[in-house]
């Protein structure tokens, strides 16, 4: 899961004795030394033999060997956290057990180099190398948010790049889930609340944690990964952090003139003071990489399978051609009985100013009608149809300026998205919204 160039120094496991260590009555072999050592435990290789497929061990430490009931709560809890979300950018959790009175949680092994070795061994990477692994952390994000999970450590180290180019984001020891009652935030003296070169201000000042919070970790690592150096850099940890609060980052251009501006402009505002002047959200930040993902040659230091096709990317180039929302398939048919009651329904609890804003928008706005109708039941706040922005050219068909989220026309010309999304906006034509991804974007 983590590189061996990291250190191991000092790592031990209580009960072993020659080359391999028996957990859960046998079933998982691991390797005599540990891989490396993470923000609450060590990471072992090792082999499930069983299932006869290779594992990545991660043991709770405890400083000084004295036992923590607090540790022991936040690293189940981690656990549960990583096997919550399911997505091709985490690992899979395959077991969690007790050996010898230390937690440990099996993952599925990752094959790779972290960010961090990858910039300190060859320094900037390539910008469209850069993007690739920036967007597939946003990727990762999207999940996360929705599922209502902050990571609140995001950083090079805990990103890991794999031979065929897929990112895995280790670590949500630290993550939060402020909107679910599931799962409690766990602080004690044992715990940072994150890693002073990549806090949010937000973080540094009050503790809190939110979406735009992992956006601004994203921000420092984009930046480190462009220009092999961190935002800010200072003696001390707690300087560092009163950098983060009070001082302007750098421009990126001045350090990498080659970068395109408006990915300067990008990771700038990743990097905004407070977090509502960030990007609306990650899914946003993803669309605004897409064009810097270019000239993806070979990278230095990360070895590919020669003429090995990747099963991932395999998979991945089909699913990139089949639409996000598909057209109706011809011979489908909805009953109109069904859609006159769902229509009746929705109008009988909507509010009087969500019915206002759906009669306007019938008249003007007609292609909006159905999702205005889906939005309308969920207890959103109502939106401002005919949306004119104070200094751009162009108007959204309804917009929710707090949130800075907009809908655009059907047609919504290409022009009209680009000045909204240079302004820090979410917009999109009608039909590349549904009211899952609305909602997700106006509660989150």
Not at 38 to 58: H, I, N, P, Q, Y
Not at 141 to 151: E, I, Q, R, S, Y
Not at 237 to 254: G, T
């Given at each position: 899961?983590?590189?061996?160039?990291?250190?191991?120094?000092?790592?031990?496991?209580?009960?072993?004795?020659?080359?391999?260590?028996?957990?859960?009555?046998?079933?998982?072999?691991?390797?005599?030394?540990?891989?490396?050592?993470?923000?609450?435990?060590?990471?072992?290789?090792?082999?499930?033999?069983?299932?006869?497929?290779?594992?990545?061990?991660?043991?709770?430490?405890?400083?000084?060997?004295?036992?923590?009931?607090?540790?022991?709560?936040?690293?189940?809890?981690?656990?549960?956290?990583?096997?919550?979300?399911?997505?091709?950018?985490?690992?899979?959790?395959?077991?969690?057990?007790?050996?010898?009175?230390?937690?440990?949680?099996?993952?599925?092994?990752?094959?790779?180099?972290?960010?961090?070795?990858?910039?300190?061994?060859?320094?900037?990477?390539?910008?469209?190398?850069?993007?690739?692994?920036?967007?597939?952390?946003?990727?990762?994000?999207?999940?996360?948010?929705?599922?209502?999970?902050?990571?609140?450590?995001?950083?090079?180290?805990?990103?890991?790049?794999?031979?065929?180019?897929?990112?895995?984001?280790?670590?949500?020891?630290?993550?939060?889930?402020?909107?679910?009652?599931?799962?409690?935030?766990?602080?004690?003296?044992?715990?940072?609340?994150?890693?002073?070169?990549?806090?949010?201000?937000?973080?540094?000042?009050?503790?809190?944690?939110?979406?735009?919070?992992?956006?601004?970790?994203?921000?420092?690592?984009?930046?480190?990964?462009?220009?092999?150096?961190?935002?800010?850099?200072?003696?001390?940890?707690?300087?560092?952090?009163?950098?983060?609060?009070?001082?302007?980052?750098?421009?990126?251009?001045?350090?990498?003139?080659?970068?395109?501006?408006?990915?300067?402009?990008?990771?700038?505002?990743?990097?905004?003071?407070?977090?509502?002047?960030?990007p609306v959200g990650a899914e946003s930040v993803h669309r605004r990489l897409l064009p810097f993902i270019t000239d993806l040659g070979p990278l230095p230091g990360v070895p590919r399978p020669a003429r090995t096709p990747s099963p991932v990317r395999l998979y991945a180039t089909v699913l990139a051609r089949i639409p996000a929302e598909?057209?109706?398939?011809?011979?489908?048919?909805?009953?109109?009985?069904?859609?006159?009651?769902?229509?009746?329904?929705?109008?009988?609890?909507?509010?009087?100013?969500?019915?206002?804003?759906?009669?306007?928008?019938?008249?003007?706005?007609?292609?909006?009608?159905?999702?205005?109708?889906?939005?309308?039941?969920?207890?959103?706040?109502?939106?401002?149809?005919?949306?004119?922005?104070?200094?751009?050219?162009?108007?959204?068909?309804?917009?929710?300026?707090?949130?800075?989220?907009?809908?655009?026309?059907?047609?919504?010309?290409?022009?009209?998205?680009?000045s909204f999304h240079a302004a820090g906006w979410d917009a999109r034509p009608v039909d590349e919204w549904t009211s899952e991804a609305l909602s997700t974007q106006l509660t989150t």
């Amino acid at each position: 899961m983590m590189s061996r160039r990291q250190d191991t120094e000092g790592l031990s496991l209580p009960g072993v004795k020659g080359r391999i260590v028996q957990l859960s009555a046998g079933r998982y072999q691991l390797e005599h030394l540990p891989l490396a050592r993470g923000g609450m435990g060590d990471v072992w290789l090792g082999r499930d033999v069983t299932l006869g497929r290779e594992v990545a061990v991660k043991f709770l430490r405890f400083p000084n060997g004295v036992p923590d009931q607090d540790l022991i709560r936040r690293f189940e809890r981690e656990s549960r956290i990583t096997a919550r979300l399911e997505h091709p950018g985490v690992p899979a959790v395959y077991d969690v057990g007790i050996h010898e009175g230390r937690s440990f949680l099996v993952m599925q092994r990752i094959h790779g180099i972290s960010i961090s070795d990858l910039v300190a061994e060859h320094g900037p990477l390539p910008i469209g190398w850069a993007s690739a692994i920036a967007a597939q952390v946003c990727a990762v994000l999207v999940a996360a948010h929705a599922a209502g999970l902050v990571h609140r450590d995001l950083k090079p180290s805990n990103l890991m790049l794999e031979p065929d180019g897929s990112v895995k984001v280790l670590d949500f020891g630290l993550a939060v889930a402020p909107t679910l009652s599931d799962y409690s935030t766990i602080t004690n003296t044992h715990q940072s609340l994150g890693t002073p070169a990549y806090m949010a201000p937000e973080q540094v000042e009050a503790g809190t944690s939110e979406a735009a919070t992992d956006l601004y970790a994203l921000g420092c690592t984009l930046h480190e990964m462009l220009t092999g150096e961190r935002v800010f850099n200072a003696p001390t940890s707690f300087s560092v952090m009163m950098k983060q609060v009070h001082d302007a980052p750098p421009q990126l251009r001045s350090l990498r003139p080659e970068v395109p501006a408006d990915l300067e402009q990008l990771v700038l505002d990743l990097l905004r003071k407070r977090p509502e002047e960030r990007p609306v959200g990650a899914e946003s930040v993803h669309r605004r990489l897409l064009p810097f993902i270019t000239d993806l040659g070979p990278l230095p230091g990360v070895p590919r399978p020669a003429r090995t096709p990747s099963p991932v990317r395999l998979y991945a180039t089909v699913l990139a051609r089949i639409p996000a929302e598909p057209e109706d398939v011809p011979g489908d048919v909805i009953d109109p009985d069904m859609l006159i009651i769902r229509q009746h329904l929705a109008s009988a609890i909507m509010s009087a100013e969500w019915r206002e804003v759906i009669r306007q928008a019938d008249q003007d706005f007609p292609d909006g009608s159905a999702l205005l109708r889906d939005l309308a039941v969920l207890d959103l706040p109502v939106p401002v149809v005919g949306f004119a922005p104070k200094g751009l050219p162009h108007q959204a068909a309804m917009a929710w300026p707090e949130r800075k989220v907009a809908v655009l026309t059907r047609h919504g010309l290409a022009e009209e998205a680009t000045s909204f999304h240079a302004a820090g906006w979410d917009a999109r034509p009608v039909d590349e919204w549904t009211s899952e991804a609305l909602s997700t974007q106006l509660t989150t």
